[in-house]
């Protein structure tokens, strides 16, 4: 007879449960049911045992197992310690059919909790599956764009440079409009998402440039003075290849597709 006709037949099954709790040292092992059981050569002790129901749960759920045996067994006693409770316990059920022998695991967890009420003594478990799976797994973010910050350690580009880098004068400055003395034949939006140094140490990201004329994102505390215009990034490809020769130190995936190519054709419709 096979074991899903064995499972599902109200004469044949007769199943009994065979809970092992094991500690560093000793496995204790218990039988539901009125007769001691000999499996596979162990001796199982039939006693007053219950365990609460084994189920799927939904994700974020802990799918924990409460057993339960008297308190007054020689097991429990060990197990409570004085209140010390043993620094590792697994509690291990299994399905064991009294028709063909059949022996088949169904819940296998580390023990969390052991706790006294009345006669009985309650072992709270959570399944060792579950426990698994709470691990954090790392997360990958790709992007077309590049990730690095221009001139930084992984990018390597020479923000020095006289390539990158131009001083010059404030010529007039309201708001969040500065106008140079020069711009040293750059063209517009060379300094895009570039910076403008005070003298004075204050720092200003570039929004716009149209010739000398900028737009920053924040206005400097004074309207004159020295400052050095670094040239901006827009972080593509294109600009890594073609402004700087700098594709080798590129940290973007410019060929991610734009659309997922996993989902339906309908999807990128919304």
Excluded at 31 to 47: I, M, N, P
């Amino acid at each position: 007879m096979s074991l899903a006709s064995v499972e599902s037949s109200v004469q044949d099954a007769r199943p009994r449960f065979l809970y092992v709790i094991q500690t560093a040292t000793e496995a204790h092992r218990f039988v539901s049911g009125d007769q001691d059981k000999l499996v596979s050569g162990e001796l199982y002790t039939a006693v007053a045992v219950t365990h609460t129901s084994i189920r799927k749960v939904a994700a974020g759920e802990e799918n924990e197992v409460v057993i339960t045996i008297p308190r007054n067994l020689d097991a429990a006693i060990q197990l409570i310690n004085g209140g010390q409770m043993p620094d590792t316990i697994t509690a291990t059920i299994s399905k064991y059919h009294e028709g063909d022998g059949e022996v088949f695991q169904i819940f296998t967890g580390t023990v969390s909790g052991i706790g006294i009420s009345g006669a009985t003594l309650q072992i709270r478990a959570p399944s060792a599956i579950d426990d698994k799976l709470k691990v954090r797994l790392p997360i990958l973010i790709a992007q077309r764009e590049c990730s690095n910050t221009l001139g930084d350690e992984v990018c390597l580009v020479d923000v020095e440079s006289a390539a990158n880098k131009l001083e010059t004068t404030i010529a007039s400055h309201a708001g969040t409009t500065l106008v140079v003395a020069s711009i040293g034949g750059h063209p517009d939006n060379w300094a895009r998402n570039g910076k403008v140094v005070h003298e004075n140490g204050e720092q200003r990201t570039v929004l716009e440039q149209i010739g000398t004329a900028f737009v920053i994102d924040y206005p400097f505390s004074t309207n004159t003075g020295n400052v050095a215009i670094y040239r901006g990034c827009d972080q593509t490809i294109e600009t890594c290849s073609q402004a700087f020769n700098n594709v080798a130190n590129f940290a973007g995936h410019p060929h991610l597709p734009l659309e997922n190519p996993g989902a339906p054709t309908w999807w990128n419709t919304y």
